[in-house]
């Protein structure tokens, strides 16, 4: 047995030090000592390397009963009673685990796999990040759309664990994949459906059909030009993905899809054109949708812009709808030409983008609705030839934590 202590690391105080004055500057937080003392990191040797790990953190996610419920994986430890400048008497190491006691003499034990899967190195954190966090995604222009959807099929998909996680994982990265061979009956994308989870229930219902209706509720239930949009932008909970089950397509020239990666277009319009990327990031406006659908009346409102970034400045929503873009501009009248004029080009690059293609009876396209543009082409029906789908929603956290279950059982993560 190695008996490990914590040791201070001079260089890395300063960077530390400068961290935390930041933290106090930006928050105004006070906090007891701004210098890492010798308590503060644990340092454990791992197949040769030095891992470094927070104390408090440690102590934070022991695993012993008293702190973490086994059946329900849940962290129970009192906050109340919780030191955040808990101090180690000993740390020692085997071959497979480490014990520390505390000050308080609580005895906590991690299994090495187990803390080498939650590594502070940052390299070890951005590979947790892209293999089980969120798969990276990978924009695409529309020439080279026939490489980046794959075709699924469907009853593999139901019956093959490894069929649907390839289907999910292609989705995740392209946010776009074609599932043929769809029996034609309208409960078909049930099945679909249930492999994930279950759907985004929305004013439009747990499913919708997607036909030529006069005196419709929403202009995507007419045989008219459907101009590329994202469906619902005016939920803040926006559906991740949608899903259409071609049932019949229509014979008639038109009822083609378009598709545009709006990652692409926004990545392009970043380089290109900054200062019209810098309306459409900035600039919040008014998603609407009101009327009466299935005998309900709705009148939903949320102010987004057109695209949204995270804190690291990627891209996490594109938000665009001309019929469902309410009248209501919420922002500085000053800003209201120059932002069209960014709307006008977003729309016209993504059309310049965007893949065309025509669904078969069979297919589901299934896209991520908060990622691509879709739209497609006038169609005429006849008697015998009226064009149908069926369609529903899903949301990204289902299909993530299918991923992620699918992951663990199919090839499972040591340390997990
Ligand atoms: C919609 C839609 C596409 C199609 O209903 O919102 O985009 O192919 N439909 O009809
Ligand atoms: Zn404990
Ligand atoms: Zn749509």
């Not at 906590?108 to 070890?124: C, G, I, T």
């Not at 030009?225 to 993905?241: A, F, K, R, S, T």
């Not at 071609?246 to 380089?271: F, I, P, R, W």
Request: charged share 25%; hydrophobic share 35%; with cysteine.
């Amino acid at each position: 047995m190695i008996l490990l202590r914590s040791l201070r690391d001079t260089n890395k105080k300063v960077t530390l030090l400068n961290l935390f004055q930041t933290v106090v500057q930006t928050n105004k937080l006070h906090l007891n000592s701004v210098l890492p003392n010798k308590d503060d990191f644990v340092n454990i040797n791992l197949q040769g390397n030095s891992l470094k790990y927070p104390s408090v953190w440690l102590r934070d996610n022991c695993q012993c009963e008293q702190c973490f419920h086994q059946s329900a994986k849940s962290r129970i430890l009192n906050l109340c009673k919780f030191n955040v400048n808990v101090s180690i008497k000993s740390v020692v190491q085997d071959e497979t685990s480490v014990q520390v006691t505390w000050d308080d003499d609580h005895v906590s034990r991690y299994a090495l796999n187990w803390l080498k899967f939650r590594s502070f190195m940052p390299e070890d954190q951005l590979k947790y990040t892209k293999t089980l966090y969120r798969p990276v995604k990978t924009p695409w222009h529309g020439k080279d759309f026939h490489k980046v959807c794959a075709k699924h099929d469907y009853e593999r998909i139901l019956y093959s664990e490894a069929a649907l996680y390839k289907w999910l994982q292609d989705l995740s990265t392209y946010g776009v994949a074609l599932i043929q061979n769809t029996p034609n009956c309208d409960t078909a994308l049930d099945g679909i459906v249930e492999k994930i989870g279950f759907t985004k229930r929305t004013h439009y219902g747990v499913k919708f059909i997607v036909e030529n209706v006069a005196n419709t509720s929403n202009v995507a239930y007419l045989s008219s030009n459907l101009q590329m949009h994202v469906d619902l932008p005016y939920y803040e909970y926006c559906p991740g993905v949608n899903m259409l089950h071609c049932l019949v397509q229509t014979l008639s020239e038109g009822g083609e899809n378009l598709l545009s990666d709006g990652h692409h277009t926004a990545s392009y319009m970043k380089n290109n054109y900054p200062d019209q990327y810098k309306l459409l990031t900035d600039i919040e406006v008014e998603w609407s949708d009101v009327g009466v659908e299935h005998g309900n009346e709705f009148f939903k409102l949320y102010r987004s812009s057109v695209i949204c970034l995270d804190r690291h400045g990627y891209v996490k929503r594109i938000n665009f709808s001309v019929p469902q873009r309410g009248s209501h501009f919420p922002g500085p009248i000053e800003t209201v030409k120059p932002w069209y004029e960014a709307h006008s080009l977003f729309y016209e690059l993504n059309q310049k983008f965007a893949a065309q293609f025509k669904t078969e009876a069979g297919d589901i396209l299934v896209f991520d609705n908060i990622r691509l543009l879709h739209g497609r082409s006038a169609y005429e029906d006849k008697s015998d030839n009226v064009r149908k789908l069926i369609g529903a929603y899903v949301d990204w956290d289902e299909i993530y934590s299918r991923l992620r279950c699918l992951k663990a059982k199919l090839n499972p993560l040591e340390g997990i």
